[in-house]
């Protein structure tokens, strides 16, 4: 079994998850403001996203930099998505991820990331699918809490649950 790829999957599953269960709900949520680290759930899924084709973009070779200036201009059009463009763009995008991870021979080789944050190092195509679950992992754990704030439960998309799911 591939880790990297399996956490790709759980986080592709859990977005999923967590999705329907926005659906469920009035299509207001998605814009109700409330206290978080972004004021809205449409955001907080579109920042999600637009970090998801960042990251598909240095994989495939891009620049750091310039692979963010990409997802900066999507990200505009994409704070506006109703959700089911979110799930229509998710779809595609894991899509686009999964042929490129089924493409590659050695997930643990290395490559020179140049992150305007935090600086250049060598690093595996493994680290930065992780990366990528994690950082779905945190804002899906946003996600919830808002829901909780508006009046409203969230959905179990623990990676526990995928085990018996997937």
Same mark, same amino acid.
């Given at each position: ?8 999957? *759980? ?9 329907? @269960?926005?659906?469920?709900? =009035?299509?207001? &949520?998605? +814009? ?5 680290? %972004? =004021?809205?759930? /449409? ?14 973009? &240095? ?21 506006? *998505? ?8 998710? !779809? !595609?995008?894991?899509?686009? %991820?999964?042929?490129?991870? #089924? ?12 992150? =305007? ?7 595996? +195509? ?13 804002? @899906? ?6 829901? @909780? ?8 998309? #623990?990676? /526990?649950?995928?085990? %018996?799911?997937?």
């Amino acid at each position: 079994m591939n880790h990297a790829k399996n956490m790709y999957n *759980y986080h592709v599953w859990a977005n999923k998850v967590l999705l329907k @269960r926005i659906k469920e709900l =009035p299509s207001n &949520v998605l +814009y109700e403001e409330v206290s978080s680290s %972004y =004021p809205t759930i /449409a955001l907080t899924f579109s920042h999600m996203y637009v970090v998801d084709v960042m990251w598909l973009e &240095v994989l495939k070779g891009m620049e750091m930099q310039e692979a963010l200036a990409i997802s900066i201009a999507l990200q505009e059009k994409s704070n506006l *998505y109703s959700t089911d463009e979110f799930i229509k763009s998710y !779809e !595609e995008l894991a899509s686009q %991820y999964i042929d490129w991870i #089924d493409n590659q021979n050695d997930l643990e080789q290395r490559i020179h990331l140049n992150n =305007p944050w935090t600086g250049a190092r060598e690093t595996a +195509y493994s680290e930065m699918l992780f990366h990528v679950a994690n950082h779905g992992t945190y804002h @899906r754990g946003n996600i919830a809490t808002m829901l @909780r704030q508006l009046g409203y439960a969230s959905t179990m998309n #623990d990676f /526990a649950l995928y085990w %018996y799911q997937s």
